[in-house]
């Protein structure tokens, strides 16, 4: 499509697609009486204005039945997972019985290092990324002292090309290769959380298996923001929180992927409890641990009945919205802003913005993130005070994510904007 740097053309995208409406399903903060531009969907999503309600009917089933709720009322808590099991697979490409929702994500990346990570012999290396966000590598730290083990000895980490911000797949595949002798497995994530790369699960995935290594996921910055297909991409696990793209709440219970070849594996090592325990026997409350012979067989706790209405709530308004309809706006909406973002830059008599996100569609998703060569702090604070809610990594990172469900192409438009006068007067 050929882009126009202009509100008439900006609104028209809006008044054209067909989730239009479904800004109207979200609360969206105001200051001063005006909405925020809100591009922080990649660190915490709006909430939906459903989410209360959800959350009020758990009360109130809990008011009328005590601990029957359970099993009594119009949703029995018993099956309520499977409400969420649903959505979530269209989105992650899987079968529904391959995820189960529990717990947070760095909790879950623990849990499923004790099902993945397999020391044999020479075997106990782990690939991933250099600067993986610090909880994934808190979690390698601690998770391998229990070990006994060092992560610096143990963690092979693969950096971006020389002098560039990528990490390129063949050098990612370069150094499954160069070190298969000795890998336990490949953790990577899908999408950074620092640049908004982009990495290509599938290929790693299929070098990995190639060379007898199992390969897992963080896909937090990924689940509901890019399209994967997990199940077929043949992935052995991966685990993402559920409050970033998908809107389910702060500290929303998170969703992990486990594929369905490992469900009666048993020999597989897990921590188990009893919320993990075959349905049909649980509470006969029997000695000896025996598996839901699902993903959910990795489950431990009584759930949190009032986090999963606040996931259902904001996974209700994905399966209204239609999964490919936001994947096609969310390819239009960052187009547009990449558009928008090179017409800002190239109106300026020098350069004061540098992408470190990748460029190729395929490459990246909501999220871009903007290298701010001068005075980065004060043009920050000047998008904030104008009402335009990025984030900030230090050294000197902006990043946003303008999302389908609640964000407009006008406010794309409109952040542009704001930004070329920020930097023309910050000069
Ligand atoms: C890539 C990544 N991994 C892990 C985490 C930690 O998630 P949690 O606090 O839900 O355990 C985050 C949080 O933003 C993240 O972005």
């Not at 649980?282 to 000695?287: A, D, I, L, P, T």
């Not at 300026?348 to 350069?351: G, V």
């Given at each position: 499509m050929q882009f126009e740097n202009s509100l008439v053309f900006a609104k028209q995208l809006d008044e054209k697609n067909?989730?239009?409406?479904?800004?109207?399903?979200f609360i969206i903060p105001s200051v001063n009486g005006k909405e925020q531009i809100y591009f922080l969907g990649n660190s915490l999503g709006l909430q939906p204005k459903k989410t209360k309600d959800e959350i009020n009917k758990i009360l109130e089933q809990w008011a009328s039945y005590g601990v029957e709720g359970f099993f009594m009322g119009?949703?029995?808590?018993?099956?309520?997972h499977d409400r969420l099991r649903k959505p979530l697979s269209e989105i992650v490409g899987?079968?529904?019985?391959?995820i189960t929702v529990m717990n947070q994500l760095t909790v879950n990346l623990h849990l499923m290092m004790v099902s993945f990570y397999e020391l044999k012999g020479k075997r106990n290396k782990i690939l991933c990324e250099a600067k993986a966000f610090p909880s994934d590598q808190y979690m390698f730290e601690t998770h391998l002292r229990h070990y006994g083990l060092n992560s610096d000895e143990i963690l092979i980490e693969v950096k971006p090309g020389e002098g560039e911000n990528k990490i390129y797949t063949e050098d990612i595949l370069a150094a499954i290769e160069k070190n298969q002798d000795e890998l336990a497995l490949v953790l990577f994530s899908?999408?950074?959380?620092?640049?908004?790369q982009v990495f290509d699960i599938k290929t790693i995935t299929e070098a990995a298996h190639d060379a007898g290594i199992k390969a897992g996921f963080d896909l937090a910055h990924a689940a509901g923001n890019i399209p994967l297909q997990l199940h077929d991409w043949d992935v052995d696990f991966a685990c993402w929180c559920?409050?970033?793209?998908?809107?389910?709440?702060?500290g929303a219970i998170a969703g992990v992927f486990i594929h369905e070849?490992?469900?009666?594996?048993?020999?597989i090592n897990r921590f188990a409890?009893?919320?993990?325990?075959?349905k049909t026997t649980?509470?006969?409350?029997?000695?000896g641990f025996k598996p839901?012979?699902?993903?959910?067989?990795w489950q431990l706790s009584t759930p949190s009945l009032l986090l999963y209405a606040s996931h259902k709530a904001a996974l209700d308004v994905f399966e209204e919205a239609g999964w490919n309809n936001i994947l096609e706006k969310q390819k239009l909406l960052t187009d547009y802003l990449w558009f928008m973002l090179d017409d800002v830059n190239q109106s300026?008599?020098?350069?004061l913005i540098e992408f470190i996100?990748?460029?190729?569609a395929e490459e990246r998703g909501c999220q871009v993130s903007l290298l701010m060569l001068q005075k980065g702090r004060e043009v920050f604070d000047a998008l904030s005070k104008a009402g335009v809610m990025v984030d900030w990594r230090e050294p000197n990172v902006i990043r946003l994510a303008p999302v389908p469900?609640?964000?407009?192409f006008e406010e794309v438009w409109q952040f542009a904007n704001i930004l070329r006068q920020i930097l023309k007067a910050e000069k």
């Open positions: 067909p989730l239009k409406d479904f800004r109207n399903a119009s949703d029995p808590w018993l099956d309520y899987a079968l529904p019985h391959e899908g999408i950074n959380y620092y640049n908004g559920s409050y970033k793209y998908l809107n389910s709440g702060p070849r490992f469900h009666y594996d048993k020999n409890g009893w919320w993990g325990y075959d649980r509470f006969k409350m029997e000695k839901i012979p699902t993903a959910e067989g300026l008599a020098e350069k996100t990748p460029r190729k469900l609640y964000n407009q």
